[in-house]
């Protein structure tokens, strides 16, 4: 993929594709259509929606995973990354973004905030199945 293809204004495929450890260790890292299309309704449904409403850059530190690099880096072997269902997101204040989440009742499935790397996990299945669970780390 192209890294200027857009999915929407502000995130790009690259962004949701890329890895540094996948380049490291010789992994292609490439979704195939159906995790394309759950990409883009995470990006369109949820992830574009909080960066308007957050104002300012969210920098994705791991968006889609594909089987080999998610278990390379230690994912749960259930992991929504791997489906292209879930983004980490950083930010200046991770919590703010979870507190936009919410306010704003963005979809999501699961947002995990892990407060001590500041960064929060945003995960969005289909439509019939968005349980809004939030955990939060110590």
């Not at 540094?20 to 292609?28: D, L, M, P, Q, W």
Request: proline share 4%; with cysteine.
């Amino acid at each position: 993929m192209t890294d200027l293809i857009r999915i929407s204004r502000d995130f790009t495929w690259e962004e949701m594709t890329r890895s540094e450890t996948a380049k490291k260790h010789g992994i292609v890292n490439e979704p195939g259509i159906e995790e394309k299309r759950a990409i883009e309704e995470l990006v369109k449904c949820t992830l574009q929606p909080l960066r308007t409403a957050y104002g300012r850059p969210i920098r994705i530190s791991s968006g889609y995973r594909c089987k080999a690099l998610n278990k390379l880096v230690g994912g749960s072997p259930t992991s929504q990354h791997m489906k292209g269902r879930a983004a980490d997101c950083v930010a200046g204040d991770a919590s703010r973004l979870l507190g936009i989440l919410l306010a704003y009742n963005l979809p999501f499935d699961q947002a995990i905030l892990y407060r001590k790397r500041n960064f929060l996990h945003v995960s969005l299945r289909s439509s019939q199945n968005r349980r809004k669970v939030v955990i939060q780390d110590n």
